[in-house]
C-alpha cells in the first residue's frame, strides 16, 4: 500500500527543524509495513520556508517539496498536494503538529478497519480532547462545526480539522473549489454529498508550540457562512421541489 503525506506550510521557517525531528521517526515506522512519501507544499512563505525545507531534506528519497512563488491559500496548497501524490491513500496534516505525528499510525489503523473512505480527526468527538489551547481560539472551530453538524451530518463533531486521511478515489472524485481554510470542509461536506463514507477519529488538539497561525478568522468565518448558507438554500430548495412534485402526482 502506498501512502501520500502531505503538509502544506506557510511562513513556518522556525519550525522546519522540529517538524523534521517529530515527523520523521513516525515516517519510518509506517514505511516498515509501506511505501510512504512525504510532500510539502510552501504556499508562497516570505520568509525562508522554502530554502530551509531543500537544505533540511536534501538527498532524502521520498520526500517531495512543491512550491507556489506566490501565497495562494491552503486550498490551493491541498490541490497541489494531492495532485503530486501517487498513494493510494493520502494523508493531510498540520506542518505545526498540533495533531501530535505519533498518532498518525493510530489514524491509518482506524481507516483500515472502519473501511471508510474519509477518517477525520476530531477534537470535539466524545473521546477527543484539547490541550492548552486558549477557549477563544476554539470559538470559531467549534461554533462553525455545530452549525455543520446541523446542517449535513450530526454524526460528525468536527469539520474543520485538517488532520484526515482519505481514499484516493474520494478526491478524484469530489471537487472542492475553496483558496482559504473552507476549502477542508467544503471537501468533507462535498463528498458526504457524493455519498462516501466518514469516521471520526477521536483525537487530541495541542496548542501550537512554534510558528503562527496564518489563518485570519473574521475572513474564514465569513467563508464558512456563506458556504453554510448555500447548503441550507440548497436543502429548502430541494424540499420545495419534492414537495410540488408530490402534490403533482
Known sequence: MRISIIIPAYNEAEGVEQNARSLMPIVARLREDHEVEVIYVN?????????????????????????????????????????????????????DGTYAYDTLPDILAQFLRDNADIVTASPYHPLGKVDGVPRFRLMFSFGASLLYRLLVKRGIYCWTALFRVYRRQVIQAVPFTSND?????????????????????PATLHVRTYGQSSMKVARVTRAHLGFQAAILWSRLTRRTTQQIAARQS
Open 181 to 201: 481554510f473552507l476549502a477542508g470542509t467544503e471537501l468533507l461536506v462535498n463528498a458526504l454529498r457524493s455519498g462516501f463514507t466518514v469516521s471520526e477519529f
Open 43 to 95: 504556499d508562497g512563505s516570505k520568509d525562508d520556508t522554502y530554502a530551509l525545507l531543500q537544505a533540511q531534506f536534501a538527498g532524502q528519497p521520498g520526500i517531495i517539496i512543491e512550491t507556489h512563488s506566490v501565497n495562494r491559500g491552503l486550498g490551493a496548497a491541498l490541490r497541489t498536494g494531492f495532485a503530486r501524490a501517487t498513494g493510494d491513500i493520502l494523508i493531510t496534516t498540520d506542518f
